[in-house]
């Protein structure tokens, strides 16, 4: 069973940052893609960033490139998102993902972990 468990989200002021960090669990994890989504009130999840095994590859939403950095730390089994330049529109539940590949049809992408509690992002105006 792959687990994993989001945290470092928080409440910031626009334009502000925050670092994102995923641990994953029960998976060989430099075999696998990792990516992060996020789910605001009332709207579907979508792909935000994903990371290829090897961090050769990373894609980013429209929505967030040039803001987000995607990282990855295989030896600590640990997927990192750094957010600078916050917006009241990045509030939202960010999850992070076990994946099959990494690339611009993310947010269909198949998840081979367990859905974790996610991590809150509130960016006040």
């Known amino acids: ?19 994102l960090s995923c641990t994953a669990s029960g998976l060989t994890f430099n075999e696998y893609a990792m990516g992060w989504f996020r789910q605001a009130p009332g709207k579907e999840r979508e792909g935000v960033s994903c990371i290829s ?7 980013y939403a429209d929505s967030v490139k040039g803001r987000f950095t995607i990282s990855r730390d295989n030896a600590k089994n640990t997927l990192y998102l750094e957010m600078n330049s916050l917006k009241p529109e990045d509030t939202a ?22 859905w974790g509690q996610g991590t809150q992002v509130t960016v006040s105006s």
Do not use: I, K, W
């Not at 945290?7 to 502000?16: D, E, I, P, R, W």
């Open 53 to 59: 095994s090897s961090a050769e590859t990373t894609y």
């Open 1 to 19: 069973q792959v687990q994993v468990v989001e945290s470092g989200g928080g409440l910031v002021q626009a334009g502000g940052s925050l670092r």
């Open 93 to 114: 539940t960010y999850f992070c993902a076990a994946l099959g590949g990494c690339g611009r049809h993310l947010t269909e992408q198949y998840n081979y972990a367990d």
